[in-house]
């Protein structure tokens, strides 16, 4: 592996608290257990204001954090901090705070390139890794690679709005276009990637969660005293369901379920504790389960420190999990690990992570559901099984230094098979352009010249708008602007092999915000052909593209 | 009384759904003059039909429309506004009949429609899409709505098992009808049928979709075939559903593709002249909120042969032949016996009429009526306050 000297680290999704869920563990825990792992190498973590202080834990000779402004943080400055500021306030009123994690993104991009300083570039980082997914601080001649967690807007659109789909579409294809490797957290997730994006197979390894013996050891009996009493709970009289109230956690089933099982039967003392933070669709839930009559049986004890929460798993009867979605389900081998028994969805990435060590039903179907819960609380023969085969399960994922070392390889992979590539990016499948058109080189490339044909339609909203290309080397090229209703064949030398040309459009709009149309992107031009000149009769088609 | 009366479903192409709707809005202002209707042409923000007709489909006198919306978006915000009821001008009234139900009514008596909840047996009969919607749906009527109306009894048992909760005297059955009205018509021949005999075909109606399990019933067939039963093709009348790509596969497979037809999706007047002249009306399917297709049929005396399962022994009486429908021997066992006994098949044709006469619109609409009284007379369902220990 050729050296990795510097490490830049993308954390600036991570919020305070627990509203990313799963995939801030992960990055935690991962970039604790790299910084012990290659203790040569000097980790930049890229953060938000919002979560900068919280995460000074992770501080250590060799990592360090760089907070990133403008990302999360509210920045008055002129025009586009004004934008910044309302996006960013319309971002924590209306969605919820999972989106916000890649809303931020978009708001990075709107902000990159005019006054934050890309940071990547910056640090003269060897490699940037993104372990939540969007490579927005990319920058040409740094290998990237990213972890994807999963798909679920594909499979089940309605539970995002289109505006936010469109968001995490972009995020998945710009990791598909930029990294150099990608790690998915499990096979289910990396059949997806490859079933749905273009990705060389080679790219895109499966990288487990190992982390099941994070709550191990991670309570004291006054923990564990101090959580039973504030929730009148008795240990081993209640059934736990860690997760957030996102739609496809599917809250809705399991208290159909749960009220059916005491209806058949299921001792009365039983009680079900769905933990997650606070929101509206918590609050629906809370109301849902009163009039069930399961008031007093249904405990929400909010989002809880990792002690409580630990106690409170390690203390249940067991681990009900009736997701209908996941890329991983960390809290299902977290129990395991601790011998609670599990009984578990059999859809997405979950039959393969419990794999045969927990009981699995149909999400879907009510009776299924209320009979795991009977035999969860009273199949004693089962439910031993379940926690044997459970420990051992666990095992296979408690390493989290072997899922470090596993991103270790594949960050050298990425380092060794990263040769610089030429790639065409900023223009969308249809034609439309952003407000950059990025033009990379490869090393080996003689390319004299690159021409572009381009558009302004006669309905854009500006009357014209400015085309002008700057180079790696810094030089600049204005060129004559482009009139509404005006094609033109623009060509511009290049500077030699291996650089970077970037032409930028001003200015660019959203065609939702002006009302015209549903369309959520930022657009600005319509590129109708792009090619690469090495000579006269030597061209290379860059766009259109035959695939992508 | 105020009545709002969702009709969300009652536009083009409608489903067992939208006639159920359509049919007691009729009969409600047919039968109940006196009160006044709002009939709302968009209803919660799980099904919308943008291109719902415009026009007043069900005149009286005091007869209503409520607001239309073009965009999920509008309509979510109207119907999951907080003073939704201010904003439908405090009906007494409010009958959801697309499985969506709203949650924050604190007046209005909310009255919920369960058509069917198959869903809840085989997920994989429907969309994922589809299944969640009606699932959440269904989910918030048996904590929010003041009273259920069952399509029929099997529905309203299956109901109260998913939520023992729920008041039994609050669920009540009242049974879709027949969307064909006097006078009935000889219908017309659908043109894939010109050359089938009349009174010498197998009929069998409805989408081919795994649920119906027309595949169960064509192997039935191509052994009643082999078997040596009279050579009359078996007519499948009803759209292509969805993962069933392999079904003419299937037909050729058991080597009956000459002796089948598929009409493809079929108007109403094809539909009478397919039950008035077919040998039998055959539906094996494997799970039902009612049956409109066996009622229909019955109606223009087609005997008939029917699934036993979920509902169809309440629509199907003694009238219709009721058997396992995954037992296909059974099916062709007793499609040779009715091919071989002209006298039977006269005997279940004549019975069947007699059957579908207890089945009907204006009844459907008294109980209906009856149930709205009960429930305006009633305080709105009490939740038990909360008990902590």
Known sequence: ?548 | MHIGFDVSQTGAGKAGCGYFADAMARALVDVAPEHSYAFYPSFGDFYLDPKIPARNPYPGRAVHYGPRFLTRESAAAFWNAARLEQALHHPDIIHANNFWCPTQVRQSRVVYTLHDLGFTIQPDWTTEANRVGCFDGVVRAAAYADWIIAVSDASRRHFLKLFPFFPEDRVAVVHPCSRFHEPLGKGVAPKSMAHVEPGAFWLSVGTIEPRKNQIRLAEAYAAYLRAGGPAMPLVFAGGEGWLMNDFHHRLEELGIASNVICTGYVSDENLVWLYRNCYANLYPSLFEGFGLPILEGMQFGAPTISSNSSSLPEVGGDAALLLDPEATEAWTAAMLMLARDRTQRERMSADAIARSALFDGVSSARKLEAVYQAALAQPKRQIQTRTRG
């Open chain 1, 1 to 548: 592996m050729r050296s990795l000297k510097t490490v830049a680290v993308d954390l600036t999704p991570i919020l305070p608290g627990a509203q990313n869920g799963g995939a801030k563990i992960f990055a935690i825990e991962l970039v604790r257990e790299l910084a012990k792992l290659a203790p040569d190498t000097r980790f930049i973590l890229m953060t938000q204001r919002a979560a900068h202080d919280e995460l000074s834990h992770l501080d250590a000779p060799n990592v360090q954090r760089v907070l990133v402004p403008g990302i999360g943080a509210i920045e008055r400055e002129r025009g586009v901090g004004r934008l910044l500021y309302s996006l960013r306030a319309a971002i924590f009123r209306r969605v919820p705070r999972r989106l916000a994690v890649v809303m931020s993104h978009v708001a990075a991009h709107l902000i990159k390139g005019t006054f934050v300083r890309p940071p990547v570039a910056d640090t003269k980082a060897d490699l940037l890794f993104c372990p939540f997914t969007a490579p927005v601080f990319y920058e040409p001649g740094v290998p990237t690679v990213t972890t994807i967690h999963d798909i679920q807007y594909m499979v089940y659109p309605q539970f995002f709005s289109a505006e936010d789909s469109a968001n995490r579409d972009l995020a998945i294809r710009n990791s598909f276009r930029f990294s150099s490797a990608i790690a998915a957290i499990s096979d289910h997730v990396r059949e997806a990637v490859l079933a749905h994006g273009p990705p060389d197979p080679n790219r895109v390894r499966t990288i487990h969660h190992r982390m099941a013996r994070r709550l191990e050891n991670k309570w004291s009996s006054a923990d564990r005293d101090k959580v039973f009493t504030m929730l009148g709970l008795e240990p081993d009289q209640y059934l736990v369901y860690p997760a957030n109230f996102w739609r496809h956690k599917n809250h809705e089933m399991l208290l159909t379920a749960f009220a059916m099982a005491r209806h058949r039967g299921l001792p009365d003392h039983v009680r079900l504790v769905c933990t997650g933070a606070p929101d509206p669709r918590r609050d629906h839930v809370m109301d849902l389960a009163e009039r069930m009559q399961l008031g007093g049986k249904v405990i929400f004890p909010g989002h809880l420190a990792d002690a409580e929460f630990a106690a409170l798993v390690g203390a249940a009867r067991g681990l009900i999990f009736p997701s209908l979605f996941e890329g991983f389900g960390l809290p299902v081998v977290e129990a395991m690990a601790l011998g609670v028994p599990v009984a578990c969805s059999n859809v997405a990435s979950l039959p393969e992570v419990a794999c045969g060590a927990a009981m699995l039903f149909d999400p879907r179907v009510p009776d299924e559901v209320a009979e795991a819960i009977m035999r969860l609380v009273t199949d004693e023969a089962a439910r031993e099984a379940w926690r044997t085969a459970g420990r051992q399960r666990a095992e296979q994922f408690a390493d989290s230094g072997a899922m470090a070392r596993e991103y270790w390889a594949l960050f050298g992979f990425a380092l060794d098979t990263f040769a610089g590539r030429r790639r065409l990016s900023g223009v969308h499948p249809d034609g439309w352009a952003g407000a950059e058109i990025l033009l990379e080189l490869a090393h080996d490339d003689d390319a004299g010249a690159v021409e572009i044909d381009v558009l302004a339609p006669e309905w854009l909203p500006h009357p014209a708008v400015l085309v002008w290309a700057v180079f790696s080397d810094g030089t600049t090229i204005k060129t004559q602007p482009l009139q509404r209703s005006e094609r033109r064949t623009l060509r511009f030398d290049l500077p030699g092999a291996g650089g970077v040309a970037r032409i930028r459009v001003t200015p660019s709009f959203v065609p939702a915000r002006l009302g015209s149309s549903p369309d959520h992107r930022k657009l600005s031009i319509i590129v109708e052909r792009c090619e690469l000149i090495r000579s006269d009769s030597d061209r290379l088609r860059l766009f259109p593209e035959a695939h992508v």
